[in-house]
């Protein structure tokens, strides 16, 4: 006679309530932390573009100390993601950075006045927008 012997020991790996309550969280986090890397990532590309203008500014404003005009005046190189633009006249310039790629849309200026424009998609302001939710 043969005697059968049933093991109580559980079988091991994951059930599949298990796998998807995993499947779910990890789901989650990745939708508050991509769009909030995404944020971070366009942060330091305006950094970059507002970092420009304001050198830009400087070396205008040198360039007018040492010439008593801005006609011709020395543009600031365009970065990786902004097209850095100047229009001047002998006594007025703005220098316009116009983003492109991840930062589209965004277009920041600066004038002989130290006057600050943003447009784009975190709003519009005399100010430099520089972080989703800031204002002027």
Known sequence: MTQTTHSTAPEGGFSLIELLVTIGIIGLLAAIAIPSYREHVRRGYIEEATGALGSGRVAVEQYFLDNRTYVNVPCPASTSRFAVSCAATATT????????GGVAGFIYTINQADLRTTAGAWGSGNCWIVRKGDGC
């Open 93 to 100: 310039y703005t220098i316009t950075a116009t983003g492109s």
